[in-house]
């Protein structure tokens, strides 16, 4: 369990196109998604994180690491695992932890099928998938870590 989780935590989802984040605070119980950030270079993707970090000041970053179904490394969690090692030395003071992320973007794609179905999403809200994947892994590490 993560020493001090006095929050509030920030997730991301990477992507080579989209990069999803998600916020959750302890006083708040659960993970809501932001606004996700497009990939379109490294300075433009470091510089907003950079301004999300300065906004949200949190104590925390869960950042989804995808395995394969097995639980093997796979080529974009070697790129992942890089990200964070890059994200750790631009960032030392921040606790970055790492989280099983399969299957996120499928359940948030179900969850999203049955939003739209009931009349309480439209198709333009798709393009925030990626920060609803953030926010289930958000809520899958503080659930895994008993913080709530």
Do not use: C
Not at 50 to 68: D, F, K, M, Q, Y
Not at 109 to 129: C, E, H, I
């Amino acid at each position: 369990m993560p020493e001090e989780a006095s929050g509030p935590w920030l997730a991301i989802d990477y992507g080579a196109r989209v990069v999803g984040v998600a916020m959750a605070h302890p006083m708040t119980g659960s993970a809501r998604p932001l606004a996700p950030l497009q990939h379109t270079s490294a300075e433009r993707l470091d510089r907003e994180l950079g301004e999300l970090i300065a906004e949200w000041r949190p104590s925390h970053i869960v950042v989804g690491l995808p395995l394969a179904k097995d639980g093997k490394e796979s080529a974009m969690s070697k790129r992942i695992r890089r990200f964070v090692d890059q994200l750790a030395a631009e960032h030392p003071s921040l606790d970055i932890a790492l989280q099983d992320e399969r299957m996120t973007s499928e359940m948030a794609a179900r969850q999203f099928a049955d939003r739209r179905r009931s009349g309480r999403a439209r198709r333009k809200d798709a393009a925030n998938l990626d920060s609803h994947a953030a926010a289930l892994i958000l809520d899958a590490w503080i659930r895994d870590h008993g913080l709530l």
